[in-house]
């Protein structure tokens, strides 16, 4: 049984993910290999956190498509996901620099707060795409303990500045929703999105 997909994204804790439940990933860069496909990231007038991030994961995946045809790779499901975090409605990134990182942590800082993530998969002229979207809860961080988790580099190239897998596991005293979904891909969605285009899982 082949379990061979492409994934569209470079992120370890994807392919880790994505290991988990016995498939075997490969990584097919958007950005690196030429052709460039690259994926305008920047929010739309009005756009809704959830609305986002389905786009946008339809639009690394349809770019995983056009890698594959124009590099022409065996064809194989197609999977992209993307991950933000929303803050009162407001979206946030990954952190520019140390001070927007600050920020983030600092406003997470007793309160509640949303990690959404879409994932699309495409295989066979069909797209299917899915969001999660998970409630998560910061216990009241002190200025040094946010200075110090910054200074261990954890809170680089992540959606919202911080990894639920890394130390950053010690601030969160409630998550309601996916796990999964707040590393950046969350496994149940995606199996039911894997399945509903034919791939088997056992």
């Known amino acids: 049984m082949d379990k061979s997909l492409y994934l569209a994204s470079q992120s370890p804790r994807r392919m880790e993910l994505l290991r988990q439940i016995g498939l075997a990933p490969m990584v097919l860069p958007l950005r690196t290999t030429p052709p460039r496909l690259d994926v305008d990231e920047t929010p739309l007038t009005g756009e809704s956190p959830e609305v986002y991030v389905h786009r946008l994961a339809r639009l690394k995946a349809e770019a995983g498509q056009k890698a594959m045809i124009g590099r022409k790779l065996t064809p194989r499901p197609i999977l992209a996901a993307d991950t933000t975090v929303a803050l009162d409605g407001v979206l946030l990134g990954k952190p520019v620099d140390a001070a927007d990182a600050t920020a983030m942590l600092r406003a997470y800082s007793g309160r ?9 998969v495409a295989f066979a002229g069909r797209m299917e795409v899915r969001v999660s979207t998970s409630q998560v809860r910061f ?6 303990e946010i200075q110090a988790y910054i200074a261990t580099g954890e809170a680089w190239d992540k959606a919202g500045a911080y990894g639920i897998q ?5 601030f969160i005293e409630r998550l309601e929703g996916s796990y999964t979904g707040v590393m950046g891909l969350p496994l149940f969605e995606t199996a ?11």
């Open 192 to 202: 039911e999105l894997l399945r509903a285009i034919g791939v088997e899982l056992y």
């Open 112 to 120: 509640t707060h949303d990690v959404l993530t879409g994932v699309c």
């Open 166 to 170: 890394g130390r950053a596991a010690m």
């Open 139 to 144: 216990r009241t961080l002190e200025a040094d």
